[in-house]
Structure formats: structure tokens, C-alpha cells
């Protein structure tokens, strides 16, 4: 089982050992950032470039960085990225904008485990009609 945990910067960064965790959890999915193009070396991710997007994410005002821990022991096994509010006034529901599980638990069901518990968090919210970006 996971449990979800926003990310909060301390002093404006991320903390060492979850960036650590994001790192390995980015880097081990090469073909997702082949595809995005959002790394310049999808086989070789740093902590630097995963700082920077997480940050990307954090700066605007209505997203959440969700971290998807093992419940068991702590470990990280995914994130999700959503926004609450879409910046189109046409599009009124909150969006799971990136679902990413760490590439050695791939085909185990966590992303689909992912975004129930993102879902659930959302409607505790009274948000309603989750859309996956």
C-alpha cells in the first residue's frame, strides 16, 4: 500500500534526501523522457535537472507535488503532479498533469494506485472529475 505526501520545500529547496529519492525515481524512466524530451540525456537525469522541474511544477499556484510512498518502509515509488484549478475558466476540474512510478515497479498496479489515492485526496477536497493531462 502507498501513502501520498506533498512535497514542501524547505527554504526554498528541495530536501536533499527526496530530491535524492526523485531522482532515482526520474532516472529510471528513460523512455518516458525520450518521448517528453524534457531531458537533454534521458539515460543520465541529475539531481539538478530533477530540481529544476519539480520546482517548475511547485512554482505554479494551484499544483501539488504528491510523493507516493511504500507504506512499509518509507521508500519512494512514484509522484504525481495536479492541479487543483486549470488555468482555462472552460475547464473547471483539477488535473493529474504527471503520474511517474519508479521503472523498477512498472506493471505492479501502483500508478493505477497512484491516481485513486490522488482522486480521493481531491474529492476529501470537494473536487470532483479528475482529468489526466
Same mark, same amino acid.
Given at each position: ?31 518516458? =523522457? ?25 512554482? =505554479?499556484?494551484? /499544483? ?21 484549478e486549470?488555468?482555462?475558466p ?11 512510478? =519508479?521503472?523498477g ?18 474529492? /476529501? ?7 489526466l /493531462?
Amino acid at each position: 500500500m502507498l501513502v501520498l505526501e506533498p512535497l514542501v520545500p524547505v527554504d526554498g529547496s528541495l530536501p536533499p534526501g527526496v530530491l535524492a529519492g526523485l531522482t532515482e525515481v526520474y532516472a529510471s524512466n528513460p523512455g518516458f =523522457h525520450r518521448a517528453t524530451g524534457d531531458f537533454p540525456d534521458p539515460g543520465s537525469v541529475t539531481p539538478e535537472q530533477v530540481a529544476s522541474s519539480v520546482n517548475a511544477e511547485l512554482a =505554479h499556484p494551484a /499544483a501539488e507535488v504528491l510523493l507516493a510512498r511504500d507504506d512499509a518502509d518509507g521508500s519512494l515509488a512514484g509522484l504525481a503532479v495536479t492541479l487543483a484549478e486549470h488555468p482555462d475558466p472552460l475547464d473547471p476540474f483539477p488535473w493529474i498533469g504527471l503520474l511517474m512510478v =519508479h521503472g523498477g515497479r512498472h506493471r505492479s498496479g501502483l500508478g493505477r494506485e497512484i491516481a485513486g489515492l490522488v482522486e480521493e485526496r481531491l474529492r /476529501a477536497r470537494g473536487r470532483d472529475g479528475v482529468r489526466l /493531462a
